[in-house]
Each structure stands twice: as structure tokens, then as C-alpha cells.
């Protein structure tokens, strides 16, 4: 079965770090990009980073650029994102995808208190 | 960034009838080599999004074949024919010609 599964994700404060992980399985990993979608409380849903298949090419939106770095270890199955200088306004449930979104994990909860 | 526009905002429809989602960007989505990258996601209550169409028209595996996209350029359509109990949630469209990748503010279906 093709999945993806989320972890890393909960409460920290304001000015914190946090690391998400994303395991995948049924699928060759390697072969595909792979990206951070996140959903903040009753919102809608926005792309924050991406990155391609070997790890060389990273692409994050603007809110997000120098805080947060997006990685994957291919021989693990993994995605990583590597949250810096949280901010409230990153509180939102963190979703990895596959490609254009063919595949989401279940999510992970990132809660920053001010 | 390429703004998504999405109508309505709220579809309250009756079991069995049809539905239909706008979505307009702010730009083309034709991409260079020659493909449209506009998707269709569904989130039900409680759960992840499930992409349900992606270039346009094409229907990813599993999706009901009620489910239809049409669409060119900047204008596009999300179409069901017939909408079921299970149709209830939140409908986005997604552009992934550009980056960042964009979502519409979503359309919320109700059954009446």
C-alpha cells in the first residue's frame, strides 16, 4: 500500500524549533518529488516547500524562506522539515505529499504559543 | 505568486443533482511543455486532502466517475454529475504550473 506517514509535530513555544518527519512506503521513493503542505485551524490549505528527487533542487514560499529547510534521506525513505524561529502564525497540521499532491500523509500538529 | 479563485464558496446541493466548481487564476496555467497543471482535491471532515483530478481532466485512480474537470488557460471546472451523501466536504483546486504551488480559498459542499 502507497503511504505516507507524518511525525515530528507539537507544542512549542514562540522563537522554537521543531523537525517533522515524513516516512513513505509502497512506492519508489527516489523517483519522485516530494513537498510540506500545512493547514492552519479552519483554513485553507497552502504549499510551504517542496523538493525534487535527488535533494538538489529546494523551493520554499516566502513565508517561510530561511526559517524553515526542507531534506530527504532517500535510503531511509524520508522527508524532513526542519522548522527554525517558529512564529504563531505556523501553527497549522503539517501534511507531506507526493508530487502534485497524488499522495498525503495523515498530518502532524504543530501548535506555537505566544 | 498566481492567484486561485474559486465560486462559490458555499454549494448547499440536493442528493442526486449535479454540482459544479469555478476556479479562475490570476495567470495561464499552460506550462512549457505543453500540460495544464491544474488539480482537484477533496477533504472530507476529519481527513487529509485526496487529489481527485490533476491536468485538467484526468480522473486519478479510485475517483467515481461522476467526478469531472474541463478547462482551459486561466478558467477551469470541477463537475459532478450526480453528487452522493460521501461528496460532503471541502473542494480545492491547486495550480502546479508555478511556484509556489497555489490552492483556491476552497468550496464547502453541503447536501440540502
Known amino acids: 500500500e502507497v503511504q505516507l506517514v507524518e511525525s515530528g509535530g507539537g507544542l512549542v513555544q514562540r522563537g522554537g524549533s521543531l523537525r517533522l518527519s515524513c516516512t513513505a512506503s509502497g512506492f519508489t521513493f527516489s523517483n519522485y518529488w516530494l513537498g510540506w503542505v500545512r493547514q492552519a485551524p479552519g483554513k485553507g490549505l497552502e504549499w510551504v516547500a517542496k523538493?525534487?528527487?535527488?535533494?538538489?533542487?529546494?523551493y520554499y514560499v516566502d513565508s517561510v524562506k530561511g526559517r524553515f529547510t526542507i531534506s530527504r534521506d532517500n535510503a531511509k525513505n524520508s522527508l524532513y522539515l526542519q522548522m527554525e524561529s517558529l512564529r504563531a502564525e505556523d501553527t497549522a497540521m503539517f501534511y507531506c505529499?507526493?508530487?502534485?499532491?497524488?499522495?498525503w500523509g495523515q498530518g502532524t500538529l504543530v501548535t506555537v504559543s505566544s | 505568486d498566481v492567484v486561485m479563485t474559486q465560486s462559490p464558496l458555499s454549494l448547499p446541493v440536493t442528493l442526486g443533482q449535479p454540482a459544479s466548481i469555478s476556479c479562475r487564476s490570476s495567470?495561464?496555467?499552460?506550462?512549457?511543455?505543453?500540460?495544464?497543471?491544474l488539480n482537484w482535491f477533496q477533504q472530507r471532515p476529519g481527513q487529509s486532502p485526496r487529489r481527485l483530478i490533476y491536468?485538467?481532466?484526468d480522473r486519478d485512480s479510485g475517483v467515481p466517475d461522476r467526478f469531472s474537470g474541463s478547462g482551459s488557460g486561466t478558467d477551469f471546472t470541477l463537475k459532478i454529475s450526480r453528487v452522493e451523501a460521501e461528496d460532503v466536504g471541502v473542494y480545492y483546486c491547486?495550480?502546479?504550473?508555478?511556484?509556489?504551488?497555489?490552492f483556491g480559498q476552497g468550496t464547502k459542499l453541503e447536501i440540502k
Open positions: 505529499a507526493r508530487g502534485g499532491g497524488a499522495i
Open positions: 495567470q495561464s496555467l499552460l506550462y512549457s511543455d505543453g500540460n495544464t497543471y
Open positions: 491547486m495550480q502546479a504550473t508555478q511556484w509556489p504551488h497555489t
Open positions: 491536468k485538467v481532466s
Open positions: 523538493i525534487n528527487q535527488d535533494g538538489s533542487e529546494e
